[in-house]
C-alpha cells in the first residue's frame, strides 16, 4: 500500500493527514523511509517507517461509496446499546476507535449519542463522543470533498430523528 506525497491518509485514533515528505533516517548504519504526515485537524506531525504503516493502521481515505455504510451504522436503532460499566465500555469503544475502521468509530458515535439522547454525558464520554464525531466528520468531508460544516449537520440530523 503505497503512499504519494500529496495524498491523504487516515491515522488511526488522529484523522486525516497529509503524506508531507518521505524522508530517509539512517539508524545504526541502516536506512529507513519515514512517511511524514501532516495531521489537518490539529497540524500535528506523525512519522511512521514505510514498512510498518500498514501496520499502524495507516489507510487511505474510503470511497465516496462507502459513506453510506457508515451513515447506516448511525441510523441503525436494532443494535442494543452497551450496557456494561462505563469503564469496560471506555475501554471497547476506545479499542474500536484506535483502529481507525469507519464502521467502528461510527458504531462508538452512533452509541454515545444515543446515550446523549437519554442522559447528560460524563466528561469521559462527552471527551469520546468529540473525539469519534471529529473523526467520521473528517474522514467524510475529505471522501465526499466538501466541508466539515455540512457533514456536522447531516451526523446531527440524523441524531434528530
Given amino acids: 500500500m503505497g503512499f504519494e506525497v500529496g495524498e491523504k491518509a487516515i491515522v488511526p485514533n488522529m484523522g486525516v493527514g497529509i503524506l508531507k515528505e518521505i524522508e530517509t533516517v539512517s539508524v545504526a548504519e541502516v536506512d529507513y523511509r519515514m512517511l511524514v504526515f501532516k495531521i489537518l485537524y490539529n497540524g500535528s506531525v506523525y512519522k511512521t517507517p514505510e514498512t510498518k504503516a500498514e501496520a499502524n493502521g495507516i489507510r487511505p481515505v474510503i470511497e465516496v461509496e462507502a459513506v453510506e455504510k457508515v451513515y447506516d451504522v448511525l441510523r441503525d436503532r436494532e443494535t442494543p446499546t452497551d450496557k456494561q460499566t462505563w469503564n469496560r465500555r471506555y475501554r471497547e469503544y476506545m479499542n474500536k476507535i484506535k483502529t481507525g475502521d469507519p464502521l467502528e468509530v461510527a458504531a ?3 452509541d454515545l449519542a444515543l446515550l446523549k439522547s437519554e442522559k447528560a454525558l ?4 462527552r471527551k469520546m463522543y ?3 464525531h471529529s473523526l467520521i466528520v473528517q474522514e467524510i468531508a475529505v471522501a465526499r470533498d466538501v466541508d466539515e460544516k455540512v457533514i456536522t449537520k447531516e451526523i446531527d440530523d440524523i441524531f434528530v430523528n
Fill in 108 to 110: 462508538v458515535l452512533r
Fill in 122 to 125: 460524563s466528561f469521559g464520554e
Fill in 130 to 132: 468529540d473525539q469519534a
